[in-house]
């Protein structure tokens, strides 16, 4: 297949939390790389440095990403603490540097551990991870729709009261921006000792539709993914974070005798965001292999 001929060529893609071969943030920088698109990536290497399975190499995730590019595509990366509302800008115009243009967000970014049980919450540990997980998310995707409204030649945008809408500027012959958050799987069973992530990650599922609703007025479409259980190395012995007695027996008793890999996610995020996926819309999509039933 010619370069051109692949279905995101041309496009530029940001990925956020893209610091570790083994997530599912490089999987999906590189499958969106190996379907055209220019790629530029987010890391924040100090919250790897703060887990068992530590740092990788910057150099090799770069290369990683580089040898998934087609021909005539490019890639950056940049650094950042999305923690920080000031971070955002700069990084989507990073972003839309690298080829002059911005077509797809991933907000794959996310802080875990420093967790705990309702019975040792703490305000501290909760507006962490509203902070890394959800308000990122959100001012990404605010940062990248304004930019499509002013692109679109919209008017500035208007204050919106409960209940009112924008005005849109469609119809759209075809999308003009995707944008997929992440969540987990804290609406299929008990996520324990993970209060404040899944607290984090169910706002993102739970305003899914009403922010697809919104940007749909700029012509951008919005999913979710909840990718299940992957294993992104906390289930092996050497780089876990947690007690493994009884997962091996737990896994043998899964449909496919398997967890995800850090691919089966990736596989879904890049056709969501191709034309091909583009009639899917403001929904909260598993792929988790069966696990959750």
């Given at each position: 297949?010619?370069?051109?001929?692949?279905?995101?060529?041309?496009?530029?893609?940001?990925?956020?939390?893209?610091?570790?071969?083994?997530?599912?943030?490089?999987?999906?920088?590189?499958?969106?790389?190996?379907?055209g698109a220019n790629v530029f990536f987010h890391h924040?290497?100090?919250?790897?440095?703060?887990?068992?399975?530590?740092?990788?190499?910057?150099?090799?995730?770069?290369?990683?990403?580089?040898?998934?590019?087609?021909?005539?595509?490019?890639?950056?990366?940049?650094?950042?603490?999305?923690?920080?509302?000031?971070?955002?800008?700069?990084?989507?115009?990073?972003?839309?540097?690298?080829?002059?243009?911005?077509?797809?967000?991933?907000?794959?970014?996310?802080?875990?551990?420093?967790?705990?049980?309702?019975?040792?919450?703490?305000?501290?540990?909760?507006?962490?991870?509203?902070?890394?997980?959800?308000?990122?998310?959100?001012?990404?995707?605010?940062?990248?729709?304004?930019?499509?409204?002013?692109e679109l030649g919209g008017a500035e945008t208007p204050?919106?009261?409960?209940?009112?809408?924008i005005p849109s500027l469609g119809p759209f012959e075809?999308?003009?921006?995707?944008?997929?958050?992440?969540?987990?799987?804290?609406?299929?069973?008990?996520?324990?000792?993970?209060?404040?992530?899944?607290?984090?990650?169910?706002?993102?599922?739970?305003?899914?539709?009403?922010?697809?609703?919104?940007?749909?007025?700029?012509?951008?479409?919005?999913?979710?993914?909840?990718?299940?259980?992957?294993?992104?190395?906390?289930?092996?012995?050497?780089?876990?974070?947690?007690?493994?007695?009884?997962?091996?027996?737990?896994?043998?008793?899964?449909?496919?005798?398997?967890?995800?890999?850090?691919?089966?996610?990736?596989?879904?995020?890049?056709?969501?965001?191709?034309?091909?996926?583009?009639?899917?819309?403001?929904?909260?999509?598993?792929?988790?292999?069966?696990?959750?039933?």
């Open positions: 297949m010619h370069s051109h001929d692949l279905p995101l060529f041309g496009r530029t893609a940001l990925v956020t939390g893209v610091s570790r071969r083994r997530g599912i943030g490089f999987a999906t920088a590189t499958t969106l790389a190996s379907l924040f290497r100090p919250h790897d440095l703060d887990h068992p399975w530590g740092g990788d190499d910057l150099d090799a995730v770069r290369a990683g990403i580089h040898d998934s590019l087609a021909s005539g595509a490019v890639m950056g990366d940049a650094q950042a603490d999305l923690r920080d509302p000031a971070s955002i800008d700069p990084l989507l115009d990073a972003a839309s540097a690298l080829s002059g243009r911005l077509d797809i967000v991933i907000c794959n970014q996310a802080m875990s551990g420093g967790d705990g049980t309702i019975f040792d919450m703490t305000a501290d540990r909760l507006d962490a991870h509203w902070q890394a997980n959800t308000r990122a998310s959100l001012l990404l995707t605010a940062g990248l729709a304004n930019r499509v409204r002013r204050v919106g009261r409960p209940g009112d809408s075809k999308p003009t921006a995707h944008v997929v958050w992440m969540t987990s799987g804290q609406g299929h069973g008990a996520m324990r000792g993970e209060i404040s992530y899944a607290t984090s990650k169910a706002a993102l599922a739970g305003i899914t539709r009403s922010t697809a609703a919104e940007l749909l007025d700029v012509g951008i479409v919005l999913n979710t993914v909840n990718p299940g259980p992957v294993n992104t190395g906390y289930l092996d012995a050497d780089t876990t974070d947690r007690d493994l007695s009884g997962v091996e027996d737990w896994i043998a008793g899964t449909p496919f005798g398997r967890v995800g890999r850090p691919d089966d996610p990736a596989r879904l995020i890049g056709w969501l965001c191709t034309d091909a996926g583009s009639w899917v819309v403001g929904q909260v999509l598993t792929t988790d292999g069966g696990f959750s039933l």
